[in-house]
């Protein structure tokens, strides 16, 4: 028997959280996962599971069997996919996590036209504003907007990002004049919780340091799209991406503030674990959406 066979029918039961729903998963019958499972476990002289009548649950060698076996498989199927991907159409499912506000924003088309364009690959998009962990929750990859940090995970910057502190016209004449952004902590700001200093703006001097200065308002909310709404009711000053700001701040409806003082240091990227080889849909995914962001800046 192929040891491979076994190994996915074990991972197959895992994944389902059952016998039952994986044979109706996977096409094979509930006794033939149960003897592969079984002839797996003989083999390697420790039980994986615990059954029951109602249910089963991992045994602690279960776990470690599972974690590294799964990502064994993985790799010999990125290493088929690798070699198949000249004369193939991309397939299967790519399981992608991006922040609330790139999928809601305009630069979100950029996934429903990778969509169009491959048809036969199913996107499962997960909007999140927390970094998520990508191998221990099963992400193939990750969209990112931020300041790059070493993570052990494999980057590629699709875009160069920034933000804008932004504020209507009329805010600016009354709560003015703002001779810097040191005058943030005396005007109403609206602030956007995701952001890591969320109740500081960090800006820089003109003699390359930085500073950073304490600022408070009506709204805290943990949305960007939520914070630009609020700023342009003329509530607030907001620290708002570029990429939604862009166009309230072309009609005139928005003025920026003290660009040369805020940090251009950050970027889009697409964030994906470290593999010897990586899955033709995740190559064919970043390499789709680092030309689109190309074409459409």
Request: aromatic fraction near 10%; avoid cysteine.
């Amino acid at each position: 028997m192929d040891t491979l066979t076994r190994i996915r029918a074990f991972i197959d039961v895992v994944e389902a959280e059952g016998f039952s729903a994986a044979a109706r998963k996977t096409g094979r019958s509930k006794a033939l996962l149960s003897k592969y499972v079984r002839e797996l476990e003989d083999d390697l002289g420790a039980l994986l599971l615990n059954r029951t009548t109602r249910q089963f649950s991992l045994t602690e060698a279960g776990h470690t069997y599972y974690r590294t076996a799964s990502d064994i498989l993985k790799e010999i199927d990125n290493l088929a996919d690798l070699v198949r991907e000249k004369n193939a159409d991309l397939k299967g499912k790519l399981r992608i996590s991006v922040p609330r506000t790139f999928i809601d924003a305009d630069v979100g088309q950029s996934l429903i036209d990778f969509a169009k364009e491959n048809p036969e690959l199913m996107l499962e998009i997960v909007a999140d504003d927390r970094f998520v962990d990508l191998i221990e929750e099963g992400f193939d990859l990750a969209i990112r907007i931020t300041r790059l940090e070493d993570s052990g995970l494999i980057a590629r910057k699709l875009s160069d990002f920034r933000v804008y502190a932004v504020a209507t016209p009329d805010f600016v004449a009354k709560h003015g004049p703002l001779d810097g952004p040191q005058d943030f902590a005396r005007v109403p700001f609206i602030i956007d919780t995701n952001t890591r200093f969320h109740n500081t703006v960090r800006y820089l001097e003109p003699d390359g340091g930085s500073n950073s200065v304490a600022i408070s308002g009506p709204i805290e909310v943990n949305s960007p799209q939520a914070t630009l709404r609020a700023a342009r009711a003329g509530l607030g000053i907001a620290m708002v991406p570029d990429f939604i700001a862009r166009p309230h701040i072309h009609s005139g409806e928005l003025v920026t503030l003290f660009d040369d003082y805020i940090s251009k240091d950050r970027g889009i990227y697409a964030v994906y674990p470290h593999r010897r080889y990586l899955p033709a849909k995740v190559r064919s995914f970043v390499d789709y959406l680092s030309a689109w962001f190309r074409k459409n800046e």
